[in-house]
RNA sequence: CGGAGCAUGGCUCAGUUUGGUAGAGCGCCUGCUUCGGGAGCAGGAGACCGUGGGUUCAAAUCCCGCUGCUCCGACCA
């Protein structure tokens, strides 16, 4: 491939790898600390880095594992630009739904463009021009590119970074049943990958976001450190996002007594308690016998929701329960305006004229409290029914570890942590109903195509694999991710016999085309070794005293496994190794 | 965007409270001695103390503005 090249820089003494003792202060997790210390990227301002050398090829193995197994499943690589013209996102509306997070900039003639943050737009405006026939359907394009999002937050290094490497597949077909197949032949595909890269994952059912479509699942990483939480059944193989985890069970709170009597509403001052902790502390109960009132605007008008006073809102749930695109917590201004009193005060009864949602849960509060719409006034012994009355009831909060699985309605959640490195969509016809990206069937009938779209961070899949496998010394990568498979290390750089054997393995590894280093520099040989260490290079051949007796070690970085063997036997050994 | 904090050689930090000629460790360069898990000695280079203004005889230090970065909450591969 690079036939070219003279030759190709893999001596520590001529690399750019600038390790670094101590942890950067700009680092908060093991592997973007890790990613830094090693030389492996530098940052240049927040959430953009530079891969170096090591990192880049880290990258590249990421990337090539990716390309090999599309390729496999009949995926066509393309590469789309990242400068996009604003005309394509208006036509799906996005450019003004997807909000702060999308990179916007104007050219001379003051027309606005953006900087790709996905790519559904792009592609199915190519296909839209490009097919025009059910015989060249279905396609699955994908390509391997750099995105922007103006993330609200950028953290832990190449985890959410603003500029960021991912491969993004999108598929077109003339029916559900083919969406379906692909998704199928998509989902087997990341499971392949992420076998082949050495990872740990777990499949989940997954909210899809701006994204947007239907059925998504998420494919996780799984580390402590990671930033998901991932709901999984132990009775059955239901695993989903926190996003979008069901609950399987409507239960009244364990503090609700069981008796039925209704009590009559009260009314009572609640003066200086807004919170619902506050407002249960005052009048000596606990936050599930309360219900908590939200006021949301929607692109439809302002709505209600409800959720028992423990319980957290999820709004990705109440969106797909509402059918909105558009939601956020109102202002105080529209509260005052729907509720008529101060926020902290809202309650259901006696609302009018407005859209009301309640969690599951609410309808089973017997004699709850909340707000009386009125300042410093809350109302008790509320109950469903009697007192108000909702348009929809639905699950609209987060499951609880506590909660049932819904698939199966017997095991309780065990909750895992996890990193989001995959997901899958089906998109159907969001894209392209909205774009006419329409295709002619066999009877002269035109149809819309439906689509499916399919992601991978390529960076962040780097930076799981060292969060889930590094040790006190540094990095322990996986070989499919090594930056090299093999480092030579001669202890003593000023004895010629190590050095002459030293460069002879070198070549032989270089002649069989193995990614091999060798560390000529004149170094002491602990400096060395933490170093190579510290890189996770997964086989180390040392090159020392044994080699009186024509022996050299071969040590594992993973578990510090050691064998001696002959220096003419070493490139043998080390292929072995690797095969 | 709300809350907290930081900004001083390449890296990690001290110095700021109580203004008075910019420090350490690591790294880097030179030489000597060392040489199997981050060596020792000697010599040396390298900083307009994030930025703009103000107070003062005098500002890294005090005051005001700005910018950048990190962390905690709502978004995403």
Redesign the pocket.
């Known amino acids: 491939m690079f036939k070219g090249r003279k030759k190709t820089i893999v001596r520590m003494s001529q690399l750019v790898v600038?390790?670094?003792?101590?942890?950067?202060?700009?680092?908060?997790?093991v592997s973007?600390k890790l990613l830094l210390?090693a030389g492996f990227i530098r940052?240049l301002?927040?959430?953009?880095y530079t891969y170096l050398p090591l990192g880049f090829r880290v990258l590249n193995n990421v990337s090539n594992v990716v390309r090999q197994e599309m390729d496999k499943a009949g995926a066509q690589e393309v590469f789309m630009p990242s400068l996009l013209p604003a005309e394509l996102w208006k036509e799906t509306g996005r450019w003004d739904m997807y909000?702060?997070?999308l990179f916007r900039i104007k050219d001379r003639h003051e027309r606005d463009f953006c900087l790709g943050?996905?790519h559904e737009e792009v592609i199915t405006d190519l296909v839209r021009n490009a097919i025009r026939s059910y015989r060249n359907l279905p396609v699955n394009l994908y390509q391997i590119q750099t995105?922007f999002?103006d993330?609200?937050?950028?953290?832990?290094g190449?985890?959410?970074?603003?500029e960021?490497?991912?491969k993004?597949a999108y598929s077109f077909h003339t029916s559900q049943e083919d969406l379906e197949k692909e998704y199928q032949n998509m989902y087997k595909t990341y499971c392949s990958i992420f076998e082949r890269l050495g990872l740990k994952y777990r499949v989940v059912e997954?909210?899809?976001?701006?994204?947007g479509g239907g059925f998504s699942q998420?494919?996780m990483v799984l580390a402590d450190t990671g930033?998901?939480e991932l709901f999984v059944c132990p009775k059955c193989d239901y695993a989903a996002s926190r996003?979008s985890a069901g609950v399987g069970e409507f239960r009244v709170a364990d503090s609700q007594s069981t008796g039925t009597s209704k009590n009559a509403l009260k009314e009572v001052h609640t003066s200086g308690t807004k919170t619902i902790e506050e407002v249960a502390a005052f009048l000596k109960t606990s936050p599930d016998k309360t219900i908590k009132t939200l006021i949301y605007e929607t692109e439809t008008g302002p709505v209600v929701a409800l959720v028992r006073g423990d319980h957290?809102l999820?709004?990705?749930k109440l969106k797909r329960v509402l059918g909105v695109q558009d939601l956020r917590?109102a202002s105080e201004k529209v509260i005052e305006k729907v509720t008529k009193a101060p926020l902290g005060f809202s309650g259901p009864v006696g609302l009018k004229g407005i859209k009301i949602v309640a969690d599951n849960c609410v309808p089973l509060i017997e004699n709850g409290i909340t707000g009386a719409n009125k300042k410093d006034h809350h109302i008790m012994d509320v109950s469903y029914g009697r007192d108000y009355k909702a348009d929809l009831i639905g699950d609209i909060r987060f499951a609880l570890c506590s909660d049932v699985c819904p698939k199966c309605k017997k095991g309780k959640f065990d909750v895992l942590r996890g990193?989001?490195?995959?997901?899958i969509?089906k998109l159907g016809t969001k894209y392209s109903e909205k774009m006419k990206c329409v295709y002619l069937d066999e009877n002269n009938q035109e149809k819309t195509m439906i689509m499916g779209c399919y992601?991978?961070?390529?960076?962040?899949t780097a930076q799981a694999a060292v969060e889930q496998s590094f040790d006190k010394?540094?990095i322990v990568w996986p070989m499919t991710l090594a930056p090299y498979k093999v480092a030579i290390i001669p202890?003593?750089?000023?004895?010629p016999e190590q050095m002459e054997v030293a460069e002879k393995i070198y070549s032989q590894g270089r002649g069989a085309g193995v990614a091999i280093l060798l560390d000529d520099r004149?170094?002491?040989?602990?400096?060395?070794?933490?170093?190579?260490?510290?890189i996770g290079i997964p086989i180390?051949v040392?090159?020392?005293?044994?080699?009186k007796d024509g022996k050299?070690?071969i040590?594992l970085r993973k578990n510090?496994e050691?064998k001696l063997v002959p220096e003419d036997r070493a490139m043998d050994e080390i292929k072995a190794l690797l095969a």
């Open positions: 600038p390790t670094l003792r101590e942890d950067p202060r700009e680092a908060e997790v973007h210390r940052r301002a927040a959430g953009i909000g702060k997070e943050p996905t995105k999002r993330e609200i937050r950028p953290r832990f190449l985890m959410r970074g603003r960021f490497m991912m993004d997954a909210d899809s976001g701006l994204i998420e494919f930033e998901e996003e957290a999820n709004e990705a917590l990193i989001e490195v995959g997901h969509f992601g991978i961070g390529i960076g962040r010394d540094g202890v003593n750089s000023s004895i004149e170094l002491r040989a602990g400096v060395k070794l933490k170093d190579i260490d510290l180390k040392i090159i020392g005293k044994a080699l050299v070690e040590k510090g050691v």
